[in-house]
């Protein structure tokens, strides 16, 4: 049995420098990783995010293309009233 103990063994010695800047860093990736999480996580987040993206889509879209928006616009209020009228129209049939 040997005493000598091989480079791989040996505890690395590092200054109080070192170590505190390992320690900001590896809290700096933890902080990081958490914020992706939340970022992921948050509904209610996730809906305001989206819903401003959608709007300022529009806004850009009628900033560029007026008539294109205009159609946007036109589809959804047929698509609304189809809608409607099959839901007005299935109560009715019902009765």
Do not use: C
Request: proline share 4%.
């Amino acid at each position: 049995m040997s005493t000598d103990k091989s480079p791989e063994t040996t505890p690395e010695h590092r200054s109080t420098a070192e170590l505190r800047s390992e320690a900001d860093r590896a809290r700096s990736a933890l902080a990081g990783t958490l914020d992706a999480i939340e970022y992921k996580l948050n509904v209610p987040k996730q809906i305001k995010i989206n819903t401003r993206r959608f709007t300022l889509g529009l806004h850009r879209l009628g900033d560029d293309n007026p008539l294109a928006l205009a159609g946007v616009a036109l589809g959804a209020a047929a698509a609304a009233g189809t809608i409607v009228w099959w839901g007005v129209k299935t109560v009715l049939d019902r009765r």
